[in-house]
């Protein structure tokens, strides 16, 4: 079990999730080990656990896991996406190090 920054208490353990009143006791143990605690991580490991247990226990209903592997999807892509803002950033950070670090040491880079 990963402990982030923030989340144990005093002895050390992580704090129970918003989520673990929904799990039974096994699902508690396997989303311990597939959680994050940092933006929507959780609920990304929540749904990816809720559509194993569906397709194991349902496998007739394929149009309920479609959707929530579709809103799996989609919280993946929102977590990972930046703005257009940080792309400038990105680009101009990586500008920076290959002008003023990388070309001087010889490295060649083409720089736009």
């Given amino acids: 079990?990963?402990?982030e920054k923030g989340a144990e208490g005093r002895t050390g353990k992580r704090k129970p999730s918003f989520y673990s009143r929904a799990l039974d006791e096994a699902e508690r143990l396997e989303f311990e080990e597939v959680r994050?605690?940092?933006?929507l991580d959780e609920e990304i490991a929540l749904l990816r656990l809720k559509l194993r247990s569906l397709i194991e226990s349902h496998p007739e209903?394929?149009?309920l896991a479609l959707?929530?592997?579709s809103t799996?999807?989609?919280l993946v892509r929102t977590r990972y996406s930046i703005?257009?803002?940080q792309k400038?950033?990105?680009k101009q950070a990586i500008t920076k190090v290959l002008t003023e670090i990388a070309i001087p040491l010889g490295?060649?880079?083409l720089v736009k």
């Fill in 67 to 69: 959707d929530t592997a």
């Fill in 36 to 39: 994050g605690m940092e933006g």
């Fill in 1 to 3: 079990m990963v402990i």
């Fill in 83 to 85: 703005s257009k803002e």
């Fill in 61 to 63: 209903n394929v149009r």
């Fill in 88 to 90: 400038k950033s990105l």
């Fill in 107 to 109: 490295v060649k880079a």
């Fill in 72 to 74: 799996i999807a989609r």
